[in-house]
């Protein structure tokens, strides 16, 4: 019998499947020091983000040579060593389509909440205080130019959803101008940087910051800078700065340098709309992964 270990969850109805179907599954969680001998003892292993798959694990797994496929229930596999594991015949693979609206619905939560002061409103409100005067400077999304930085699948789903708000979208991805037919306008990085009202970033995982103190300075005065992807992709420290110098007006954070978060430079700034990296956590899409989990796993298993 083929043997699955999910190590950080696994979405119920993926877990009925999977036994359903005849495989034999096991929800539990290892520390980095027992990981490695426990799943060498199985076929598959299904992480999400807490679970990271490094070389000690690949290297105990090939001992054994049982552990064929590790999926990644999300987006980024930066917790999965996943050039070795592939060197080592170990397949990854992850669940790229299914958290893709509810990331970009996120955004939009964000860039409304940044826009009206929500983020602020919420907190001062709780503390039994009416500052109206102080919200009455809100703007609107509509007419604002959104910048995006990656045009991929969450990046061209905001990008529609930012259409129906009557927002006028400009992007920047290294592959250029994607899609011959695409009603969005490919610029330049740096046009992205000098035109945007708002920033949204969505690339993967980078060694240097794209949000640099020099992006930073080429961009409007007031700009809004939303991050629902890494946190290296963004200097922080060039950030707070800018948000206490007023050149940006907030930001809107979900993904952290240290998660979790532990900075209180950054918790506290009252320029800061943040989330506890939940880009991808809807009932829904939480469903959708385990479907793409269930799927990938009885193609491979195919009796
Ligand atoms: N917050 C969350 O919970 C959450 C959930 C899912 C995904 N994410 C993150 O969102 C990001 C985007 O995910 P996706 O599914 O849209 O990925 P994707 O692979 O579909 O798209 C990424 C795009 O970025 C482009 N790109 C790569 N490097 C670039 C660079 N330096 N400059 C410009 N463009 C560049 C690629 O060409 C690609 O079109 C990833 O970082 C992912 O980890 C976060």
Redesign the pocket.
Known sequence: MVKILATDGIESSAAKALTELGFEVTQQFYDENELPARAAEYDVVVVRSATKIRKPVIDEAVKTGKLKLVIRG???IDNIDAVYAKEKGIEVQNT?NA??AS?AE?VFGHMFSLARFLYDANVTMREGKWEKKKYAEGIELAGKTLGL???????RCTAKMAAALGMKVIY????GH?PENDPFAFVP?DEVFAKSDFISL?????DAP?ISADAIAKMKDGVFIIN???ATLIDTQALLKALDSGKIAGAAL??FDEEPIKDPAVYKHPKLSMTP?????TVEAQLRIGDDIVKIISDRFKK
């Not at 920047?172 to 592959?175: N, P």
């Not at 990296?277 to 956590?281: E, K």
Request: aromatic share 2%.
């Open positions: 999300g987006v980024g790229p958290s893709s990331v996120l930085i990656g045009f991929g699948r969450i990046g920047h991805d290294i592959t994607l990085l969505h690339v993967p995982k980078a794209i629902t992807a890494r979900d993904v990296h939940t880009g991808a956590s």
